[in-house]
């Protein structure tokens, strides 16, 4: 894929980056073992951690997915300035939120 | 005319509109509802927000009608409910958040950063169909018996407590948010990738900079009020949700969903405004914009802080004492770069040389109104003093100093400033002027009784007060009536200029954006070619030197 | 309409320089272009997290509040069916991926293929929902229309599940509170749905112009973007698992 940009601004640097197949299957089998690791997991009593146990591999799922499936890897600063933002807007909306739900009962305990 | 105009017009014996422009490049009714080009969508979208911002100033002549006596005898209680949530809804979600980024942003973003079209004209399309879709919706609402929960639609009243169409409005303001999102997106990724050679962040005129904040929030906040939206609909559908107290559900939950959105929404109401008047400070002072980093980064700032503030809304309805102290420090911290604003454009006006056109008499009533709403907001922002004033005329005082008087006087500054621009003709330079200062006396006269009121203690939203009240609201009802005629004059001579006004001429104002440097109106794709940017932005010298290579051509 | 309409106005510009069919008049080359929507999809997706996110945080604060509640609500899920859902969700999210590369390397037979199965394996998703909302229906846990707190204040009401989980039986209130476990249950899942169902209706659309040739002359934007979407849509999923499924097992 050659694609030829007249200008050489530097927002137009960027070039497809193909992938190769290989890594994909790479990656699906990765995911495919981590799912059944969550759920085996999820059948070993942990207390709290189970939650924290699932969470954490979802959230390295997702970064697998970003990272190869959605070609973030490859891709320019720009994008990952996006998903970075886009990240941390949402743990915003989230830790404000139960920033005031936890802090509500402070000092009545 | 007077000798302190900046204009300088085409010798009008000679002058002509160009024969080939964005206006009849095209004719018939279908080249303009599937224009791809930004410049009729934007025109399609002042149609359509106009049209709204009727609908909703006509609500408020009825409010401060029945609000010129205590008694509550011109309308019934309920219908006054109806009145100011019908103002509510259609004043912020159908023309204050759409009407700049939509009508201003679409036509000039392209044209400032040297493109031929909005990155993704057909999207920009649709987002107008969808506006046109949600605010068919409002209608609906409106002409069936209308809804009476304020534009703040509080949990549980609107989810149980009222027989309304609250679920009409609210898949009006879903679809209507989705118009937002997507004219948010197009904006990012045209300023992004489709700015002229040559055009580097730090050239763009702040106008840009100002836009690309406001659509950091469109993208971000918006989808959190339509998941708000989904689920006060589902609630009120199938009877129960997660906002409904008897059944276990949390209506503060709905506040904070709310407010995310709805307080960088205010911000999406100032911050376009404020780009604005960067460029007309700047113009008709005849001076670059002091502080061009700080100002540019301050609208980016706004919108970060925007996202973290969200909680000021909410001090009296039972958040922790702890978060709600962080939120009122983090309030404060907003007007840091409100305030690096106003003192950048401040110090452009010092020692330069200031033309008082009707755009700049705008601006000055922007700058004085500005400072008075975002003040008022730092003591809103304080903990103690907002439970004594909040959910009184204060606060009301405070929004629309504002929105109204800050927002609809850049509004009416941009639309002045770029009218020449849009339709290739001057409108009458006196009668702006003087729509320009009844519009600053209406204002004030409207709006500085109720912060006393609101001081004194009369509550927001009831339709009658005791009568110790009534000279204070007599007092603002009259100025309303003065700020009608201010808003009327534009209606009636903007139409009358697109016939009989004088030729602008591509730069009646003799500025130095891209959009200038083009014939007026400009042609569907903007420039005969794509210009190259080689001058920072604000650069009158390169504009004098410019002019005298085409003078000599 | 749109390619008409650009290039009537395309006219003045751009019309002395070669470049392919797929490129639009507004843009100077196909690398911007592709560059523009392909950022586009992702502020786009921006969007989407926050659309989820109201939600993921009105589960967690539920969550906490109704603790009790959301366990055994969360007992009523099929861990089995769960877990396929998600093993496919994550091939049709390989497939996808495929797809992209076959758009990429201009192989069209390929292309087709993988839309295909990518096509299948989406819908194979949907039915598996639609069967596991057909036994809440069944076992009245469909909240403000179906709902009964029969399995919540008596478990053993309801042996298949009391079997392997032995819950207690809930107070009254607390087993009302199920119904905001299911309502967001529902909400949750059924967002998602329908973003497969969009989903899986632009497939359907794709494939019929990927067998024109459309995708493989050179003109992969669309599939690439496509594939952003499908990806995210598997994300919210690969999180929807352990909230609604798992994380609840064992208290």
Redesign the interface.
């Given at each position: 894929?050659e694609?030829?940009?007249?200008?050489s601004d530097e927002?137009?640097g960027?070039?497809?980056h193909?992938?190769?197949?290989k890594v994909?299957?790479a990656?699906?089998v990765i995911?495919?073992i981590f799912?059944a690791t969550?759920?085996a997991v999820?059948?070993v009593?942990?207390?709290v951690f189970?939650?924290v146990v699932?969470?954490a591999?979802?959230c390295i799922?997702?970064m697998l997915?970003?990272l190869?499936?959605?070609h973030i890897k490859y891709s320019t600063k720009?994008?990952k300035l996006?998903?970075v933002?886009?990240?941390f807007?949402?743990f915003t909306?989230?830790s404000l939120?139960?920033a005031d739900?936890i802090s509500r009962a402070w000092g009545r305990w | 005319m007077s000798t302190s105009t900046l204009v300088t017009l085409p010798d009008q014996s000679t002058a002509k509109i160009p024969k080939v422009n964005f206006l009849n490049?095209?004719n018939g009714l279908l080249s303009w509802i599937?224009?791809?080009?930004h410049k009729r969508i934007a025109i399609l979208y002042l149609i359509t927000t106009v049209f709204f911002f009727m609908i909703g100033g006509a609500a408020a002549a009825v409010i401060r009608l029945e609000l010129l006596t205590p008694a509550g005898d011109l309308v019934a209680a309920d219908t006054y409910n109806k009145l100011f949530s019908i103002h509510g809804i259609i004043m912020v979600f159908f023309f204050l958040v759409p009407i700049a980024p939509a009508v201003l942003g679409n036509f000039l973003i392209p044209l400032m950063i040297g493109?031929?079209?909005v990155?993704?004209?057909?999207?920009n399309l649709l987002s107008w169909y969808l506006f046109v879709i949600g605010g068919c919706f409002e209608l609906y609402m409106i002409i069936f018996g209308g809804v009476d929960t304020g534009w703040t639609f509080t949990t549980p009243l609107s989810t149980h407590y009222v027989n309304t169409h609250v679920v009409g409005a609210a898949m009006g303001i879903f679809i209507a948010g989705f118009s937002s999102?997507l004219t948010?997106?197009?904006f990012?990724?045209?300023i992004?990738?489709?700015r002229a050679p040559g055009m580097t962040w730090f050239r763009l005129p702040l106008f840009i900079w100002s836009f690309y904040a406001t659509s950091i929030i469109f993208?971000?906040?918006?989808?959190?009020i339509?998941?708000?939206m989904?689920?006060i609909v589902?609630e009120r559908?199938?009877?129960?949700?997660?906002f409904d107290p008897a059944?276990?559900?949390?209506p503060i939950?709905f506040q904070?969903?709310f407010w995310?959105y709805s307080h960088p929404a205010v911000y999406v109401m100032i911050l376009p405004g404020m780009g604005v008047i960067s460029e007309v400070v700047s113009t008709f002072s005849r001076k670059r914009v002091f502080g061009y980093t700080a100002v540019a980064f301050s609208s980016v700032a706004i919108a970060v802080f925007s996202f973290f503030v969200w909680a000021h809304h909410m001090f009296i309805m039972g958040i922790s004492n702890y978060s709600a102290l962080v939120f009122s420090l983090m309030t404060m911290l907003v007007a840091v770069p409100s305030a690096i604003k106003v003192f950048n454009w401040s110090a452009t006006m010092y020692k330069g040389s200031i033309h008082f056109d009707t755009p700049m008499i705008y601006t000055l009533g922007f700058l004085g109104l500005f400072t008075i709403g975002g003040l008022t907001g730092v003591f809103l922002a304080t903990l103690g003093m907002d439970i004594h004033l909040t959910e009184t005329y204060f606060i009301v005082a405070h929004f629309h100093y504002v929105m109204v008087g800050g927002m609809v006087s850049a509004l009416m500054a941009g639309i002045h400033f770029w009218w020449p621009k849009i339709t290739g003709r001057m409108y009458p330079e006196s009668l702006g002027r003087l729509a320009a200062i009844i519009l600053f006396i209406g204002f004030n006269l409207t709006f500085f009784p109720q912060f006393i009121l609101g001081y004194l203690g009369m509550p927001r939203r009831y339709w009658s007060y005791p009568p110790e009240f009534q000279v204070l609201n007599v007092f603002s009802s009259a100025g309303a009536t003065i700020l009608a005629i201010g808003y009327l004059l534009p209606f009636l001579y903007l139409p009358w200029s697109i016939t009989y006004g004088e030729i602008a001429g591509s730069n009646p104002w003799k500025a130095t954006g891209l959009e200038w440097q083009t014939q007026s109106p400009p042609?569907?794709?903007n420039?005969?070619?794509?210009p190259i940017m080689d001058h920072e932005a604000y650069d009158y010298d390169w504009l004098e030197r410019h002019q005298q290579e085409v003078a000599s051509v | 309409?749109?390619e008409t309409?650009?290039t009537?106005?395309?006219v003045?510009?751009?019309a002395q320089h070669e470049h392919p069919p797929y490129q639009?008049?507004?843009f100077?080359?196909?690398?911007?272009q592709?560059?523009?929507?392909?950022?586009?999809m992702?502020?786009?997706?921006?969007?989407?997290?926050?659309?989820?996110?109201?939600?993921?945080?009105?589960y967690?604060?539920?969550r906490?509040?109704?603790y009790p509640a959301f366990v055994a609500g969360s007992h009523q899920l099929s861990?089995f069916l769960g877990?396929t859902m998600?093993?496919v969700l994550?091939?049709s999210?390989?497939t996808?991926?495929?797809a992209v590369?076959c758009a990429?390397?201009g192989r069209k037979r390929d292309l087709i293929l993988s839309l295909s199965l990518t096509l299948l394996l989406g819908v194979v998703f949907l039915c598996l929902k639609g069967f596991e909302w057909h036994g809440e229906w069944v076992e009245y846990h469909v909240?403000?229309?179906r709902?009964s707190v029969e399995n919540f204040v008596n478990p053993a009401s309801d042996p298949q599940v009391f079997k392997e989980y032995h819950d207690k039986p809930l107070a009254t209130?607390m087993a009302?509170?199920v119904?905001?476990y299911f309502?967001?249950y529902f909400?949750m899942t059924g967002?998602h749905a329908l973003h497969m169902i969009i989903g899986v209706s632009v497939l359907t659309f794709m494939i019929l112009r990927a067998r024109a040739g459309d995708y493989t002359s050179?003109h992969?934007t669309f599939v690439?973007n496509f594939?952003?979407y499908w990806?995210?849509v598997?994300?919210v999923w690969?999180?929807l698992?352990?909230?609604l499924y798992?994380?609840s097992?064992?208290s």
């Open positions: 894929m694609l030829q940009s007249p200008r927002t137009h960027e070039h497809i193909v992938v190769s197949p994909y299957l990656i699906l995911l495919l799912t969550t759920v999820s059948y009593d942990l207390g189970n939650a699932a969470l591999i979802a799922k997702m997915v970003v190869f499936f959605m720009l994008t996006t998903v933002s886009g990240v807007i949402f909306l989230i939120t139960l739900y | 490049q095209e599937l224009t791809l080009d493109a031929r079209d990155a993704l004209p057909r999207v999102i948010g997106i197009n990012i990724v045209t992004h990738k489709m993208v971000l906040a918006t989808p959190v339509a998941i708000a989904v689920l589902l559908v199938v009877g129960i949700g997660v059944r276990g559900g949390d939950l904070h969903l995310f042609l569907m794709e420039f005969p070619e794509i | 309409m749109s309409a650009s009537t106005h395309g003045l510009a751009g639009r008049h507004h100077s080359s196909v690398a911007q592709f560059d523009a929507s392909n950022f586009a992702w502020l786009f997706l921006l969007t989407e997290i926050m659309f989820f996110g109201g939600l993921f945080t009105s967690l604060i539920m906490n509040w109704y861990i877990t998600t093993a994550i091939i999210s390989f996808m991926a495929m590369w990429e390397t909240p403000g229309l709902f209130d009302e509170n119904g905001q309502f967001l909400v967002m050179g992969v690439e594939g952003l990806h995210f598997d994300i690969i999180f698992f352990p909230l798992l994380i097992r064992h």
